[in-house]
């Protein structure tokens, strides 16, 4: 319409003035056409927000509503649902607490039985054992004592035997040594008689020219040397005051070494006497075959432990025979007595006359600590 509207205003035999006039008057009415059409356009959109606005507010309020209630009804009957559930939980729980309850007896007091079942095996076992170690303690108790005693025999066994091989031994060695020392001194002396025959004539010439040579030479010295016999005194007096110092220094140190070894000699002769005063007491009763067996078995013996090394190996030399000791009352120290705090057994003895003691059965259990 706006353009047919100018088209017309082109066409028309208006002035420029007319023109523009109607122009703006078209203008004018235009804008204010807008203005109302925009007015009542805003007036008429306000009352269907309005309108739409109360319906879905209304819509809305039905829709919460109904759903409210239906949440609610159903919130109600799972409360009633938990509510029953809970209770037949609770009804469940204890018959199930009465059944664990009545099985956990039950076991228990099975375990109960077996336990002191296991108990008293265990006391049954712990006896058989006690008595197993018992008689096991005893027989190598036994064993240990017998062992001792072969152990003592076999020495005094193999030491006669060695004195029998090493005297056969001795004598042989004589025998062949003497024959061949005979062969070899006799062929020596041979040689050496020969050779000492020529050194005889050799020395004896030697010794004709060195006297002719002293003769010779005690004759210059007393024709050319005279003025020289001051100062050759001199020298001879100095040589001898010098070998003098040095012997008096040789001697103070001989002394001093000597002073040594004299404090050792000693004390070797006082142990070697005290030894000897020893061995002569202890095998002063014996025959002079088992002197010399004793004395050999207690060569390597300290001085101090020959008596009890003697009381150990006296019964395997004698063999059975009976000893007789008269100087010192020395049969009661060659019975040794083993003293473990246990009882013994009177009548009883062991190897080598020793007193054995017999622990009884009860005194091995406490010192093993059973009860």
């Known amino acids: 319409m706006a353009d047919k509207f100018v088209e017309l205003l082109e066409n028309g035999d208006l002035s420029e003035e007319t023109r523009v006039s109607i122009q703006e008057a078209w203008e004018t009415r235009l804008a204010e056409a807008r203005d109302e059409i925009t007015a009542e356009l805003r007036e008429e959109f306000a009352q269907r927000f309005e309108h739409d606005k109360g319906q879905i507010v209304e819509a809305m309020d039905k829709f919460i509503t109904q759903n409210l209630e239906e949440e609610l009804k159903e919130l109600a009957e799972d409360k009633k649902a938990t509510i029953a559930e809970r209770v037949n939980y609770k009804k469940a729980i204890g018959q199930h607490a009465d059944v664990l309850n009545k099985f956990v007896s039950e076991t228990l007091a099975s375990e109960i039985k077996e336990l002191k079942a296991d108990r008293h095996t265990q006391s ?83 010794e004709f020219g060195r006297r002719i040579f002293e003769a010779m030479a005690g004759e210059y010295a007393t024709s050319y040397l005279n003025e020289n016999t001051e100062v050759r005194k001199l020298k001879s007096e100095i040589t001898g005051l010098k070998s003098k110092i040095d012997e008096a220094k040789a001697n103070a140190d001989e002394s001093s070494e000597q002073k040594k070894l004299v404090e050792s000699k000693l004390r070797i002769a006082e142990d070697r006497y005290n030894r000897n005063n020893v061995m002569s007491d202890l095998i002063a009763p014996l025959s002079k075959d088992k002197k010399a ?25 004698m063999d059975g025979e009976g000893t007789v000791r008269t100087k010192k009352d020395v049969i009661n120290e060659s019975v040794k007595t083993e003293h473990t705090g246990n009882r013994s057994l009177d009548g009883q003895t062991g190897p080598d006359n020793e007193v054995v003691d017999v622990v009884a059965i009860d005194e091995i259990r406490k010192l093993a600590g059973l009860k």
């Open 124 to 206: 049954d076992n712990f006896a058989k054992l006690e008595d197993f170690v018992l008689e096991a303690v005893a027989d190598e108790i036994r064993e240990f004592h017998s062992d001792k005693r072969e152990l003592a025999e076999k020495k005094v066994q193999l030491v006669r035997e060695g004195r029998e091989q090493l005297a056969d031994a001795k004598k042989e060695f004589i025998r062949r040594a003497a024959e061949k020392v005979e062969a070899t001194i006799s062929s020596a002396l041979k040689g050496e008689v020969s050779q000492f025959k020529e050194d005889i004539t050799k020395a004896r010439e030697n």
């Open 293 to 317: 067996l004793m004395t050999e078995l207690l060569e390597s013996v300290k001085t101090e432990k020959l008596e009890e090394s003697f009381n150990k190996y006296l019964p395997s030399v």
